[in-house]
C-alpha cells in the first residue's frame, strides 16, 4: 500500500509540473511523524530519500532503530523547535526547515559550531493570520537572512511555510502565492535554492504556485493514529 501511494503521489507531482510547463525537480518529504519504523523503512525501500519528523525526541528514538550506520536518507525537522531541544536537533538532522527567530538560529549556530557543524535551515514564514502557526513574520525576512549570513555555522538555502488547512485547496492558493513571492525576491541575493510549502491536502496547487519541496505524510502513510 506504501509503495502504491508513493508512485501515485510522484504521478501527481508530475501532472501537476505539466500543468504550468515545469522541467525541474520536486523534492518529496515522507513525513513520518506517529509513524512507526517498519513503515517508514517500507517507504524508504519504496524510493523515499527525505523523511521530515516533527518532535526532536520522537525523531532521536526512531533514528537509533533506522539508521544504524551511515546513510544517504536525508532528515529534516519540520516542526517547531524549542531551544532546549536544539542540541539534539543538530546531532541528528541535516536539514533543520523550521527556523524562525533570530533567537533561535544565533542558538543553532552556537550549537553547531561545538560539533564542527554547518547546519543547514530553512527560514520558517508565516503568511497567515492564524494564531497556532508559527513562523517570521515576512517583514522580517531581510533582516533575518543579512543576520544570517554573518554566522559561519549556519546556512539558510530554503523557506518553508504552512498554508492554512481548508476544506477547498483552491481557497490556499492566495497564501501558497504570497509565499512565492517572498521566495522569487530573496532566493537570487541569498542563494535559496527551495521552497517548502504543500501537504497532503493541498501539494498540487502548492507545486502550481511555486514549490519545489512538498511534505506529504497522510498521502503516503494513511491517516494517522493518536493516542
Known amino acids: 500500500m506504501i509503495s502504491k501511494n508513493i508512485k501515485d503521489i510522484l504521478e501527481r507531482i508530475e501532472k501537476a509540473k505539466s500543468k504550468t510547463g515545469r522541467k525541474d525537480d520536486i ?10 519504523v517498519d513503515k517508514i523503512k517500507e517507504a524508504i525501500y519504496s ?4 523523511i521530515g519528523e516533527n518532535r526532536v525526541q520522537e525523531a532521536d528514538v526512531k533514528f537509533i532503530e533506522l539508521f544504524k550506520t551511515e546513510s544517504a536518507i536525508k532528515k529534516h525537522l519540520i516542526g517547531h523547535l524549542q531551544t532546549n531541544k536544539v542540541k539534539k536537533a543538530i546531532e541528528i538532522f541535516d536539514i533543520i526547515q523550521s527556523v524562525d527567530s533570530i533567537h533561535l538560529l544565533e542558538d543553532i549556530n552556537k550549537q553547531s559550531e561545538k560539533i564542527s557543524k554547518i547546519q543547514e535551515c530553512f527560514v520558517e514564514i508565516k503568511v497567515s493570520e492564524e494564531d497556532t502557526k ?5 517583514n522580517e525576512l531581510k533582516n533575518f537572512l543579512d543576520k544570517a549570513k554573518e554566522l559561519k555555522n549556519i ?6 511555510t504552512i498554508a492554512p488547512f481548508l476544506e477547498n485547496p483552491e481557497s490556499v492558493r492566495p497564501y501558497l502565492k504570497k509565499a512565492f513571492g517572498y521566495y522569487s525576491a530573496f532566493k537570487t541575493d541569498y542563494l535559496l535554492k527551495y521552497l517548502s510549502m504543500g501537504m497532503t491536502s493541498d501539494f498540487e496547487v502548492a507545486i502550481e ?19
Open 27 to 36: 523534492k518529496l518529504i515522507a513525513v513520518t511523524k506517529t509513524i512507526p
Open 47 to 50: 524510493g523515499i530519500t527525505d
Open 134 to 138: 508559527f513562523g517570521l513574520p515576512p
Open 155 to 160: 546556512t539558510i538555502t530554503g523557506l518553508m
Open 209 to 227: 504556485e511555486g514549490a519545489n519541496m512538498v511534505r506529504v505524510g497522510t498521502g503516503i502513510f494513511g491517516e494517522r493514529k493518536y493516542g
